[in-house]
Every structure is written in C-alpha cells, then in structure tokens.
T-cell receptor, first 111, second 114 residues
Framework: QKEVEQDPGPLSVPEGAIVSLNCTYS??????FMWYRQYSRKGPELLMY????GNKEDGRFTAQVDKSSKYISLFIRDSQPSDSVTYLC???????????FGTGTRLKVLA | ETGVTQTPRHLVMGMTNKKSLKCEQH?????MYWYKQSAKKPLELMFV???????ENNSVPSRFSPECPNSSHLFLHLHTLQPEDSALYLC?????????????FGPGTRLLVL
C-alpha cells in the first residue's frame, strides 16, 4: 500500500462548480498536510498548509483534514478555467523533514 | 532573481556524458533539496542538505552526485545516466530542515537521457 494515495484524474468540471480533491494516507503519524499546485513545466508552488485536524480557508480554497479517517481534501469554490492545473498533496510527520507526496490530480475547469 | 532558480531548464544528454544541474535560492534559507519527478509518480526525495551538510541520501544511485558549496547553491552532477533517469529534477529550499518548514520549489530541469 502506498503511503499516500491520490487519484491522478483528469477531473473535469464546469466553470463555477465546487471542486473536491482528495488524498488518503496510511501513516497515522502524519501531522502536517500541504497542497501544492503545479503548472505545466513548472515546479510545485505551495497553495495551503494545515497542521493536524480541522479546516483552513483561504479565499476560494478550503483545506480539510480528517485524521481519524486518514483523509485530506482541498475544496475549490467557484472554480475558474485558470484553476486548471495539477494539484499535489504532501504530508509529513514530527521529527522528519521528509515530505511524502501524492501523484497529483490534474484538474480541468471547462469554460 | 527571486525565489529558487534552476539551470538549465532543459537538458538532453547521452548515456556517456557528464553534465551538472544548478540550483540557486535567493531566500536566505539553510536547507536545500533535490527531488525527481517522473510521469505518473510522486515526487521522490533524492538528497537533503542542511547548512551545506548532506543529511539525507535517499538510496540514490552513485551516478547522481550532489554538491552544496554554500547555503545558496546546490548542484547535481550527472554521469553515465540511464534512459530511465529521464525526468523533471526539482530543487527546493526551506528556512531550516524540518517538517514544519515550508519547501519552496524551483521550476525544474527537464532531463532526457538518450
């Protein structure tokens, strides 16, 4: 079993839809959860960062962590065609600098 | 220049060539990382440097040789690579080494080994 599972997509939605991107993980020690977005031919850029369980909101983006289910989500409200990139989840635990990444989900928002 | 820069952006090399990838961070960070990103695979951590000392060598073949002459620069020296080494090589940096430290990525070098 992979440490982090992420559906590669592509996920296609109409403009204005609410998008839900998800990752599951197996290591209960993970406490730090990140979402990166990666444009084609570019490096990942940090979108949101959460610690432990709960929600964090930033504009149209909401990151949610459910540690009991080992499940994290990124919600995008009022999705735009400019949101059409690959989203990577990453996570880590205490006492380590290692990030474990998901494979990334490619999102397509159709105008 | 701001953030993390990488050169070259694209590289094609034969299996007998020797080449080097360069990374420079302009963020005043103390930790730097090399990752490999292959199609449909998660990012793989290759090397970690903290204050110019290597703290991680994640079972990477010896044909990849990192060098960190100072906290702003990181190199990846390549020799006798294999076609399966073709990938996007990403450099990242963080203020310190640690899970709470956000890693900032460069644009990557897309490597093709023929």
């Amino acid at each position: 079993q992979k440490e982090v599972e992420q559906d590669p997509g592509p996920l296609s939605v109409p403009e204005g839809a609410i998008v839900s991107l998800n990752c599951t993980y197996s290591n209960s020690a993970f406490q730090y959860f990140m979402w990166y977005r990666q444009y084609s031919r570019k490096g990942p850029e940090l979108l949101m960062y959460t610690y432990s369980s709960g929600n964090k909101e930033d504009g149209r983006f909401t990151a949610q962590v459910d540690k009991s289910s080992k499940y994290i989500s990124l919600f995008i409200r009022d999705s735009q065609p400019s949101d059409s990139v690959t989203y990577l989840c990453a996570m880590s635990g205490p006492g380590t600098y290692k990030y474990i990444f998901g494979t990334g989900t490619r999102l397509k928002v159709l105008a | 220049e701001t953030g993390v820069t990488q050169t070259p952006r694209h590289l094609v090399m034969g299996m007998t060539n020797k080449k080097s990838l360069k990374c420079e961070q302009h963020l005043g960070h103390n930790a730097m990382y090399w990752y490999k990103q292959s199609a449909k695979k998660p990012l793989e951590l290759m090397f970690v440097y903290s204050l110019e000392e290597r703290v991680e060598n994640n079972s990477v073949p010896s044909r990849f040789s990192p060098e960190c002459p100072n906290s702003s620069h990181l190199f990846l020296h390549l020799h006798t690579l294999q076609p399966e080494d073709s990938a996007l090589y990403l450099c990242a940096s963080s203020q310190e080494e640690g899970a709470l430290e956000t890693q900032y990525f460069g644009p990557g070098t897309r490597l093709l080994v023929l």
